[in-house]
């Protein structure tokens, strides 16, 4: 093995070890986020609007919504299987479309909100740099 091709590989598995770090940890702030709104549902919390009965119908919707596909999506990031990014995307625009599109009703944009567009742009970047590096391996006579 010669060290020009040894290079591509040891970047393509960087890439990989990266992007497996980067699904596992996003999987870990998802179930909390999942905990939080089954925390919200259940009325474990004692504040406005965190108990079930005591939603607005929108309120219910959502939380009910994001309390099983934030922990789907967690399940599927841990396992690095595609779907639980797809997922993922999906909890986050229902978030940014909840908080950003209708703040009167959901409140102002959480923190969550920050955590879906870092992680979902650093993964991004990983998985084009490792198309890229693939694009190139391929080229190459």
């Given amino acids: 093995m010669t060290l020009e091709s040894s290079a591509p590989d040891r970047a393509e598995r960087r890439n990989r070890v990266l992007s497996i770090w980067l699904v596992r940890l996003s999987a870990i702030v998802l179930f909390v986020i999942g905990v939080f709104y089954w925390i919200r549902l259940v009325g474990i919390y004692d504040g406005p609007l965190w108990r079930f009965d005591l939603m607005p119908i929108w309120w219910k919707a959502a939380a009910t919504m994001l309390a099983v596909l934030a922990p789907v999506a967690g399940v599927g990031l841990w396992m690095t299987v595609s779907w639980g990014v797809v997922i993922w995307v999906i909890v986050a625009l229902v978030e940014a479309f909840m908080h950003l599109g209708f703040p009167a009703l ?4 959480t923190p969550w909100l920050l955590f879906h567009l870092v992680g979902l742009s650093l993964y991004v970047v990983l998985r084009t740099i490792a198309w ?5 391996r391929l080229r190459r006579p």
């Fill in 106 to 109: 959901f409140g102002p944009p």
């Fill in 132 to 136: 890229w590096e693939r694009w190139r």
